[in-house]
């Protein structure tokens, strides 16, 4: 079965349209309640399976700073009576590839195997261990904590990085969004395997386990799978509360730095995942600075001035407001002006909205672009997770489609003035212009 | 997400694994799995003006990724215009007479498709992707901009000050990267691969548009160029659409692969050493030996031995390199090693590291030549080669699951002088390696008088306060 050719089109009303039949998600429960996301797919001999939790970095706190994503980093090197040498091995044995995906909200782990038996088997018995049976061995741990801290060092060098840093504690303040997910030197320092071993414990959990599992393997194969990949977590769901975002305190921070280039970047909290205001904001960003090279920042700053290499607009969604970020690097000298372009752009768009072509030519790009988004098994199993992990319906692809659609010109210039203000952004500009 | 337009592709260093693993084949695959041969989805064609098509079949989604390779990079250029085969890459995008100013972004856009370009040492490539139905688009665009671009003055002028901000944000604010730059123009002493892709900046400061169009007329050429697509599409319906749109364009006099200069590297003979100093915390250390690339992918071994090499040292997390300085013996944060096989010019093995906190460059150092005295001592074993060679099978699988990858892999065969074909050879050569022979090749070329070492000795940052905002706008 051709999962991904059930897409058809039609054209109706200015300008082609894509209609979607909704991709074929099977979807249930374990007996631990772990929730499974499952599409079938023979086309290759391949099965990729993720297993995410509710464990990012929003459930570290200031002096534990590092904690969830040193979790998460632990979980192959050493499980299950195996060592880090033995998984390691194990899985290039059979060219088996383990990765993570670590942001505010998820920890997650994914698996990718050729799905023939010797290889599956090899590798889901490793997998499984990995999830379940991690060990956070003491000397590893503290291997990995110099190493990370060593690459702490290094990147808050980097111009890129303290921009970065600098402006998630101004834009969240105490909320912990504005902590960074690989922590601080001090708190890396501090951890002890215990604060591990808590975490894994209460968050690691069948209850808040969400499986993705998508290729080469039968609706029954994968019941099993899901069950032997949960049944021996930690079967009490963990209380989990996130606090709300508040508008942050308007500031602009210079810092000096000996780079050629100043980078820049201006925030706001944007974008939940549950968000209402979700597609006249995603819509409009794409025009304000989201669309790739067709958009009014790479218009203005880059194809009509050569300001920047890169500028770009985007709302990171998260279970609360994630956040809204510009950003660009230009040359030392110009970047005052670059920054008030950017600023008066950002402005302009705020009060007076995109234009009627704007919107039809988003929406084409958008819905037109619709079939790259899900052409591999990679990309499918990404949106697997995302959904299962929010809880989003199973129809999220297809009502995508339909929302974009639906956006009007006056709803976008609503919608960001209500939620953006211009003039309350936190500003960072890392190596700021000298005075002479 | 952030989407980097007309990217440098700095095909050389550190890379070189993730290259191997792009470079093989599916053939030694059928016992697990895969139905279609290359042969069987694969078809290429010849149009009179010398274009090559080469269209690959794959059906599990409507959509379609076209790319032009043409066999001009920056190898091909010359002193004082080091960098111009990447500008004219960006001038690309700045309109003809038909499709004027952005109307190709635009166009593509509205027809829902995404769109790029890369430039490296042997070749500049373009691409669309997009639904099906919209190739015809996609063709009538990228074949008139062979042809029919139209270079200005005014156009110029802003564009290259956007490629000396790539190069800042790529090079000259990347102190690992300057180390590798300077590694390379002081490994390499005479051929071209001794320059950079994106150019030296002061080259860039003096170009002109003239620069630009005397590359534009010189190779963008049918003749010079293979179309490449992979997609959800008929070959024969791909073949005439190509003969419409690209047959009118008359082929130009250039220089085939074969008869361009080769200027041979001469041989070096000793060791030579660099310093970089730049800010940063860590010091680095990456080290460059020479090394042969495939020039007869049926006859050679040398080339696969050193992929087999470079994976035992630093294929897998449990790899030579990883396993026993970062792991065991806690010499090194990081420890690294690559080559690529494929490639016009001369080849490289590199192999680089971090030193750990409280160890110097020189102890590091120390413990990389120790591996290395290692394996010209004993070899490696047959378990870790099975590793590697497990790996690769495994790789080219999983790449089918990506039509982008599987478009790139053609593509930089055909650039190079190889053809797709030799993909199915390369990947049962690389299967066939013995121990023995990954021997030979690390007591052969990994050796001080081919050796160049390059540290970098980091700076701190100086702390000056930061300045008020100025009164007013600089020009």
């Known amino acids: ?436 | 997400m952030m989407i980097y337009r007309r990217v440098t592709v700095l095909l050389s260093a550190l890379r070189a694994i993730a290259m191997v693993f792009a470079m093989v084949s599916v053939s030694l695959v059928s016992a697990s799995a895969i139905a279609v041969t290359p042969e069987a989805t694969t078809h290429e064609y010849k149009l009179g003006n010398g274009l090559k098509l080469i269209v690959k079949e794959d059906h599990r989604s409507p959509v379609v990724i076209s790319q032009i390779w043409y066999k001009a990079g920056s190898i091909d250029e010359v002193n004082g215009v080091t960098g111009v085969a990447h500008v004219l890459e960006h001038m690309m995008f700045k309109g003809t007479k038909k499709f004027p100013g952005s109307e190709f972004s635009t166009l593509i856009a509205a027809a829902g498709g995404r769109e790029n370009a890369f430039t490296s040492r042997d070749y500049t490539a373009y691409f669309q992707q997009l639904h099906k139905s919209r190739l015809p688009l996609a063709m009538q665009l990228e074949s008139d901009r062979m042809r029919n671009l139209v270079l200005t003055k005014e156009e110029f002028a802003k564009e290259i000050e956007v490629v000396m901000e790539e190069r800042r944000l790529r090079t000259d604010d990347q102190p690992r990267a300057l180390v590798h730059e300077k590694m390379t123009a002081t490994a390499i002493q005479s051929h071209p691969y001794r320059r950079p892709v994106i150019g030296w900046m002061n080259d860039l400061e003096n170009m002109s548009v003239g620069d630009a169009q005397e590359w534009y007329d010189r190779w963008y050429a049918p003749n010079n160029a293979i179309l490449v697509v992979v997609g959800d599409v008929n070959p024969g319906e791909v073949f005439a659409l190509a003969q419409k749109y690209y047959g009118q364009i008359k082929s130009r006099t250039l220089l085939p692969l074969d008869k361009r200069k080769p200027q041979v590297e001469p041989k070096q003979l000793g060791i030579k050493r660099l310093t970089v100093k730049a800010p940063a915390r860590l010091p680095y250390l990456a080290m460059s030996y020479h090394a042969p690339v495939l020039r007869n992918p049926a006859i050679d071994w040398e080339p696969y031995a050193l992929e087999m090499l470079a994976g035992v040292l630093d294929g897998n997390e449990s790899a030579r390199l990883n396993k026993e300085l970062v792991r065991e013996r806690h010499i090194a944060s990081s420890a690294g090693a690559g080559y690529d096989s494929t490639g016009r010019g001369p080849g490289m093995f590199y192999i680089d590291g971090t030193p750990s906190e409280g160890k110097t460059v020189a102890d590091l150092e120390a413990a990389l030549r120790g591996e290395i005295e290692k394996l010209v001592r004993d070899g490696v074993t047959d378990e870790e080669l099975a590793r590697v060679k497990a790996q690769i099978v495994a790789s080219h699988v999983f790449q089918l699951d990506s039509m982008f990858a599987q478009a790139m892999q053609i593509g930089q065969m055909e650039s190079i002088g190889l053809s797709y074909r030799d993909v199915d050879t390369m990947l049962k050569k690389l299967q066939a390696v013995t121990a023995e022979q990954v021997r030979d090749v690390a007591k052969k070329y990994l050796m001080d008088d081919s050796l160049t070492v390059a540290i970098l000795d980091p700076q701190p940052l100086e702390q000056k306060p930061p300045s008020a905002a100025p009164a007013g706008l600089r020009h």
């Open chain 1, 1 to 436: 079965m051709h999962v991904m050719r059930l897409i058809f089109f039609l054209f109706l009303g200015v300008f082609s349209q894509w209609a979607f039949a909704t991709l074929p998600i099977q979807h249930w429960q374990t007996s631990s309640g772990a929730r499974v996301y499952f599409i079938e797919s023979r086309d290759l001999p391949i099965l990729d399976i993720s297993i995410d939790f509710s464990a990012g970095s929003s459930t570290d706190t200031r002096d534990k700073s590092g904690r969830a994503a040193m979790t998460l980093h632990l979980l192959d090197l050493g499980a299950g009576g195996l060592s880090e040498d033995q998984i390691a091995k194990g899985l290039a044995d059979i060219g088996a590839r383990l990765n993570s995906h670590f942001d505010q909200d998820r920890a997650g782990i994914a698996l990718r195997t050729l799905s023939s038996a010797r290889e599956r088997e090899q590798a889901l018995d490793i997998f499984r261990r990995v999830i379940q049976h991690p060990e956070f061995d003491a000397k590893v741990m503290e291997r990995e904590k110099v190493r990370a801290i060593a690459g702490l060092r290094e990147a808050d060098t980097k111009p890129g990085t303290i921009a970065d840093r600098t402006l998630m504690k101004m834009l969240y303040g105490d909320h912990p969004y504005g902590l960074r997910g690989s922590g601080e030197i001090d708190s890396v320092s501090a951890l002890q395997r215990e604060d591990l071993v808590n975490l894994y414990r209460s968050l690691y959990t069948a209850p808040g386990a969400v499986v993705s599992i998508m290729g080469d393997m039968s609706r029954a194969e994968a019941e099993a799978l899901a069950e032997s990949l949960t049944k021996e977590l930690t079967q009490e769901k963990a209380p989990y509360s996130l606090p709300d975002v508040a508008a942050p305190v308007a500031d602009i921070k210079r810092i000096a730095h000996p780079a050629t280039q100043s980078h820049i970047l201006i925030a706001y909290p944007g974008l939940r995942r549950d968000d209402p205001d979700y597609f006249p904001l995603l819509v409009g960003n794409h025009i304000l600075g989201g669309g790739a090279f067709t958009s009014r920042l790479m218009e203005e700053i880059r194809q009509k001035r050569g300001l920047a290499y890169s500028v770009h607009s985007q709302f990171s969604p998260l279970r609360k407001e994630g956040p809204f970020e510009i950003g660009l690097q230009t040359r030392k000298d110009q970047s005052e002006e670059a920054l008030a372009l950017t600023r008066k752009v950002l402005a302009d768009f705020v009060a007076g909205g995109p234009t009627e072509k704007e919107l039809t030519a988003a929406k084409q790009n958008i819905i037109g672009s619709f079939p790259l988004r899900i052409d591999s098994n990679k990309k499918i199993i990404g949106y697997l997770a995302m959904i299962g992990f929010y809880n989003l319906p199973l129809t999220y692809l297809d009502d995508y489609v339909k929302s974009v659609e639906k956006v009007t010109v006056p709803q976008i210039k609503e919608t960001f003035q209500r939620r953006i203000n211009p003039a309350g952004m936190v500003t960072v500009v890392v190596g700021a212009e000298e005075k002479k």
